[in-house]
Structure formats: C-alpha cells, structure tokens
C-alpha cells in the first residue's frame, strides 16, 4: 500500500473519529440563542429553510457548523418546521448519512424535521442511484419516524401546504421531473387551490436548472396557483438580496451552502412566518444567533 493511501485512510479515521466525539459531547445541540415570531399571537404557522450541508466523514468542521446551525434553529420558539434543502452530505455515504441523521435526531430543532434530496445525497451522479434512493426513504422513517411515499412528497401543517420535490435524473446529478412527479404535482396544486390553502415548493435546484425542451414548464405550472415561495439550494452563493427572486411569476428563494465556504462564512438560512394576509421572510444568522436586517421580505396573500 501506497504513503500516500494510507496517509489518507489514518486522516480519514481521525476525521471520524472527530465527529464521533462532537455526537457525544455535552454541547452538541446546546443552547443558541433564543427568537421568536414578529407576531407570535397572529401567527399561523412558521418553519425554518436551510440548504447544501455537506456533511463529510473527513471533514470535522462541517459537522461543527451543522450541529451549531442545529442549536441555533432550535432556540426558536415559534417553529413548526425545519427543511433541509438537499446536499445534506457530500457523497451519500452510510457514515456520512449516519452522522447527519444521527446528528438531527439528536437534537430535533423543531417537531417536524423534512429532509430534501440534493444530487450530492444520490451520489452526485456516481453512486447507485436506486440503492441511496431507497437509503433516503428508509433514514427518514427510521431517525425521523417520517414515512415517506416517495422522495417526493407533500405534507399539510396548519393548513398550509408543503410539497417537497426531487430530481430523478440517476447519472449527471441534474435536475429532471418525470411525467409521474408532474402528474402527482398537479394533483396536490389543485387541492391545495380548492383549499385555498398557502403553497410552498421545496426543491434543491432552481425553477431554471430543470433540464428538457420545456425548461419553464414547472414554473409556468406554479404561477397557476397561487403559490407563496419555491425555495431552493444547490448555487452556494452568499445569502443576500439578490437571492430573492422572481421566475416566470413564481417567487424564489435561493439559501447559500451553510457550511462555511472559502467566500462566505457559515450559518445562514431563512425564518419564514405565515399570517392571514401575509409571508414573512426573514433571514437569520443560525450560529451567531442574529438577524439579516436587510434581508426582510413580504409576500401577500390572498
């Protein structure tokens, strides 16, 4: 065997070795510091988005940044959910989804916890994409007691509807819908409309990442509705005002990676807070525990 291989393999066990240490500690998922709704009184419902965790067996420091990320969504007070956007690990590897999952159940910043598949979650184009597909589900139902039907879903909180959806393309890691997904979409679009119910869309790629002859074809399809947000990961770029958008008539979100980065430090996400005529967005600093004065943003509704 190789120095260099078995440089990495020791770097390797010592990087786990790391992680196993922070998973027991007495601080993981410690105390952040505690918020609250604008309007905890008027308030309907609220959840917590964040994106691109990329939990890596060799990399220590992105599970630090997780488990503080974890701490600071959990100071929250008002939360009815937390969404984790996709790339939550790096390669889709069994220790690496055992550190996440182990991770989040052992804290459970919030009573329901919804995790999104990334491509780098399906192996980024590498992996076998069947078997992690069938990991996903069975991690889900076994640390989070969340049963999914499939890796797209959708659930109902206060009346307010939550679809999760999922890329099925099982080589290039790209973000491609089959013609069930769209079929199954439409069908909770019209319920929710006959419910006249708030709509919110959770994806890791973009509306404009969809690949096909009809690239706007999901956005043109949720302009239909009346439909609050799409939010979504996967561009890594730093969390600011041009991340809110608008596509086709569909308002977007775009949350940066929230481990740290060489252009950016880590810890961003987004508090979204439902009203009767309104969303609330506001963006938030999980692991120093502060708000994004500028990045307070307003949807009506209705």
Same mark, same amino acid.
């Given at each position: ?13 010592? %990087? ?7 998973? @027991? ?15 905890? !009184? ?8 964040? *994106? ?6 060799? &990399?220590?420091?992105?599970?630090? &940044? $997780?488990? !503080? ?36 159940? %052992? ?55 939550? @679809? ?13 819908? *089959?013609?069930?997904? $769209? ?15 708030? +709509? $919110? ?21 949720? %302009?239909?509705?009346?439909? %609050? ?28 990676? +929230? ?36 990045? @307070? ?6």
């Amino acid at each position: 065997m190789e120095i260099s291989t078995v440089f990495l393999f020791i770097k390797q066990v010592l %990087a786990t070795f790391m992680t196993l240490l922070m998973m @027991i500690s007495p601080s993981f998922g410690g105390n952040g510091v505690p918020y609250e709704a604008e309007n905890p !009184d008027e308030l309907i419902m609220s959840f917590v988005a964040v *994106s691109d965790i990329h939990v890596e067996t060799n &990399n220590p420091d992105s599970y630090k &940044n $997780f488990s !503080d990320v974890l701490e600071g969504i959990k100071a929250g007070e008002d939360h009815d959910a937390v969404f984790y956007l996709g790339d939550n690990v790096m390669n889709g590897q069994l220790l690496e989804n055992f550190f996440f999952y182990a991770g989040l159940r %052992a804290v459970m910043p919030a009573k329901n916890n919804f995790v999104v598949a990334g491509n780098h979650d399906f192996g980024n184009g590498a992996g076998d994409y069947p078997s992690l597909r069938k990991n996903y589900l069975f991690n889900n139902t076994f640390y989070l007691c969340n049963k999914l039907e499939n890796d797209y879903y959708y659930r109902v909180i206060n009346g307010c509807y939550m @679809i999760v959806l999922v890329s099925e393309d099982p080589t290039t890691g790209e973000f491609m819908m *089959s013609e069930e997904q $769209f079929t199954w979409l439409e069908g909770v679009l019209k319920e929710a409309k006959a419910k006249d119910a708030p +709509i $919110f869309v959770f994806n890791h790629f973009p509306l404009h990442y969809l690949k096909g002859t009809e690239y706007n074809r999901l956005a043109l399809l949720l %302009a239909e509705y009346d439909t %609050a947000l799409f939010i979504h990961g996967h561009i890594h770029n730093d969390l600011g005002t041009d991340n809110f958008g608008n596509w086709y008539g569909v308002n977007t979100i775009n949350l940066p990676r +929230i481990t740290e980065t060489v252009e950016y430090e880590a810890g961003d996400g987004i508090v979204v807070e439902v009203y009767d005529n309104e969303v609330l967005v506001r963006g938030r600093d999980f692991i120093k525990g502060e708000w994004i004065d500028e990045l @307070i943003y307003r949807y009506p509704l209705g």
